[in-house]
């Protein structure tokens, strides 16, 4: 998601009367709504939609996989990386027995941390796309969009040997002509349903309590390991949400045996 300056959930309303009231709770909701959807009127499939559709194809998934048929499943994802703080959270993931998906931006981070790019594919986590230079998509001619989405492919893929298969767009907004594109590409757009916005604060406990108010099966929970709240908030977070009986998987470990399509979009 990566958005310092996105503009605040409710607003204050100056005017009075009950039709004013009512008026601005529908905003409120609907402004808060968007935020933890992060997406401008997509239509989304749920995690188990795609798991009663199972796949052919599927590929054998790496530690951490579990039947989330059975199991109470969860998944942690970043956004924005790699950066200062990755090889702290990649420790802490490693250590806690916890697999992710990242998804990653070109400019400034791949091209500045390769090393961890690789390490995030060797220590068997999900490495996926933020986009080149987190612009945002639904602005953008189809060139324009079609590089933005290319550049990433390709360096992952060098760093890797494994072209990505999941995108996020960048503040989950999206439209027909990017899935189209990502279709193209053979990525599938994945949004969330918990968000700390932890871009917004640098309190780790104030990060951990959103995230677990929010979490419930199937979630998709939306972080940054570029803030220096985030990763301090992680141990936390997980041990938390383990005793309460969820287990952690990647994006696509949450949707097995089903497996996420090009240009449809997940949440």
Not at 39 to 46: P, R, S
Not at 158 to 184: F, K, N, W, Y
Request: aromatic share 6%; proline share 6%.
């Amino acid at each position: 998601m990566y958005s310092p300056g996105m503009p605040s959930l409710t607003q204050k309303m100056k005017k009075t009367g009950t039709a004013f009231r009512t008026a601005g709770t529908l905003a409120a909701t609907a402004a808060l709504t968007l935020a933890l959807s992060g997406c401008t009127g997509a239509d989304t499939t749920a995690p188990s939609t795609v798991r009663a559709r199972p796949a052919t194809d599927i590929e054998t998934v790496r530690f951490g996989a579990a039947d989330c048929r059975e199991v109470k499943c969860i998944a942690l994802t970043f956004d924005a990386g790699p950066s200062e703080h990755s090889a702290r959270l990649l420790d802490i993931l490693k250590e806690k027995q916890v697999p992710a998906t990242f998804f990653l931006l070109g400019k400034r981070h791949i091209e500045k941390y390769p090393e961890l790019v690789r390490r995030m594919a060797d220590e068997g986590h999900e490495v996926a796309s933020h986009t080149w230079d987190h612009k945002i998509l639904t602005r953008l001619e189809p060139e324009e969009i079609r590089e933005e989405l290319e550049r990433p492919n390709v360096e992952i893929e060098r760093l890797t040997g494994r072209r990505p298969t999941l995108m996020r767009p960048p503040q989950g907004r999206t439209d027909d002509t990017v899935h189209a594109i990502s279709r193209e590409l053979g990525l599938s757009e994945v949004l969330w349903s918990v968000t700390a916005k932890d871009y917004r604060t640098t309190d780790s406990d104030l990060i951990t309590r959103r995230v677990l108010a929010q979490s419930s099966r199937d979630g998709i929970i939306l972080l940054h390991d570029l803030y220096d709240g985030t990763v301090p908030a992680v141990p936390g977070i997980i041990d938390a949400l383990k005793e309460r009986g969820y287990v952690f998987v990647t994006v696509p470990q949450l949707l097995a045996p089903g497996k996420a399509e090009p240009g449809e979009v997940y949440r």
